[in-house]
């Protein structure tokens, strides 16, 4: 008899389970195959720790550690920039990088050194690039910063072979910059900010605030900014929080969707702390709490 | 036969399942030791796969939608709620090994990101290849990237390469 499983499993009732179990371990394992397929489409390029450095006259180091975690050999660079976030007149965030910098400016990129500049990472491997400096004795006490650019990009193969394709085909790779960033503290450092303006329309079912801040003292200004809008009674119906960066001034917006909130008098309020989560408490210069409120009728 | 057949069937798709697994595990391993040597913070991921058109034939376009089988798919993973600044330089040509060029086309509907992995539901950038936002609570953004490749009725058979450029940038910190 060569058909073994009539034979082990007996009763045709038996047999119809015994397929049943085969079909069910087949589209099993295919739920299982497919599965890992479509995990492998999407694979780790690189990943960065930390994202930001604190280095000061005491420790003069800091290091980032860069991790290729695609399946491909890539070329991993380093860039040291100047830059710092600014906003435009809507209140959108950018970075603006000044590749020439004067005496004003608080950049570390002129005597700040990484090392090394750029490797080649197989897959799996790391590499720590460590940064150090020193700052002139000339310059004030202050936090001078400079933006590390971590550039990840693949590694072309050179093929010498004659170029024999019988079709079109394309070949896109992907190179990722990630711009972190390194504060420098020389001698006393401290930091704080004031609200300088503080505007808001409202318009589609959205309050729009625009939150104009200085930053005191001479280092940045790393905090959140909270809004919580309160109704009559003093109850929290809406409530915000942002990180925010504020290295000379900064205007950012903040938008509340308010199109479940009834009509009536309601109040804002803008609270800046520096509270940050995920840095280590020596790293963080504290500063005061700056709380301010206004009435907003909707 | 059929015990051999299932018994086949078991075989090979271990053996094309285990270097998969393996794979990802050596990525999740890899991925635990960046923490522990560096910081108790979470590590910075950009995970991305590539765009793929497929063959190509002169004389016609292929197009692709982002979300849609060959759509490049990215995910950030980094730290929550940080706030990101992403921008993209696109090719628009491809350089083919013997030097001819392949016209491709990204269009602001082509450019899709969401903190769901379900591109259905993902919003469309209109901006200029620029995008300002954050990461969600759990540190993660998804984004998705399709694009349009138009082949000349002449176009020499070849492969042609370009790089998707993409800048992250941290700009709460």
Not at chain 2, 134 to 153: C, N, R, V
């Amino acid at each position: 008899m060569k058909n073994s499983g009539i034979r082990k499993y007996g009763t045709k009732n038996n047999l119809i389970i015994y397929r049943d179990r085969n079909i069910f371990l087949y589209i099993l394992l295919l739920i299982i195959f497919g599965f890992l397929s479509s995990a492998a489409k999407i694979y780790s390029q690189v990943a960065i720790n930390p994202i930001a450095i604190y280095m000061d006259e005491k420790n003069r180091s800091g290091k980032i550690v860069v991790q290729n975690t695609s399946k491909e050999t890539r070329k991993i660079e380093i860039e040291l920039r100047y830059g710092y976030p600014i906003t435009d007149q809507d209140g959108k965030v950018k970075i603006k990088y000044n590749d020439s910098t004067s005496s004003e400016d608080p950049s570390a990129v002129e005597w700040l050194k990484v090392f090394p500049c750029s490797v080649l990472l197989n897959p799996g491997e790391s590499q720590t690039f460590r940064f150090w400096g020193q700052s002139p004795e000339s310059l004030p006490d202050q936090e001078y910063w400079a933006r590390p650019i971590i550039i990840s990009q693949p590694v072309k193969n050179q093929s010498f072979e004659e170029n024999n394709f019988d079709k079109i085909t394309t070949n896109i790779g992907t190179i990722y910059r990630v711009a972190v960033s390194i504060y420098y503290r020389k001698g006393n450092v401290n930091t704080g900010v004031n609200i300088e303006n503080l505007t808001h329309n409202i318009s589609y079912g959205k309050i729009n605030f625009l939150i104009g801040l200085r930053r005191t003292g001479n280092a940045a200004y790393l905090g959140n900014i909270i809004l919580r809008l309160r109704d009559e009674g003093g109850k929290i119906v809406k409530e915000i929080k942002r990180e925010t960066a504020v290295y000379f001034t900064l205007q950012p917006q903040i938008v509340l969707d308010i199109a479940d909130l009834s009509k009536g008098e309601y109040k804002a309020e803008i609270e800046l702390n520096t509270e940050r989560k995920g840095v280590q408490t020596s790293d963080i210069l504290n500063a005061p709490r700056v709380m301010r409120k206004l009435s907003v009728l909707l | 036969m059929k015990h051999k057949t299932t018994l086949l069937i078991i075989i090979v798709m271990i053996v094309t399942v285990l270097p998969l697994r393996k794979t990802i595990a050596q990525n999740n391993f890899a991925t635990a030791v960046a923490v522990i040597k560096v910081s108790v913070v979470k590590p910075n991921n950009i995970k991305g796969s590539e765009i793929v058109f497929g063959d190509i034939y002169p004389g016609t376009e292929q197009s692709i939608e982002p979300g849609d089988v060959g759509s490049a798919e990215f995910v950030i993973d980094g730290e929550e709620d940080k706030q990101v600044n992403l921008t993209f330089s696109l090719p628009k040509i491809l350089k083919g090994k013997n030097g001819d060029d392949l016209a491709i086309d990204f269009e602001t509907n082509d450019f899709g990101y969401g903190y769901e992995d379900d591109p259905s539901n993902a919003k469309f950038l209109n901006q200029n290849n620029f995008l300002e936002t954050f990461l969600d609570e759990k540190g993660k953004l998804y984004f998705w990237l399709g694009g349009k490749i138009t082949a000349d009725i002449n176009q020499t058979k070849d492969e042609y390469e370009g790089n998707i450029d993409i800048l992250l940038e941290y700009t709460a910190n």
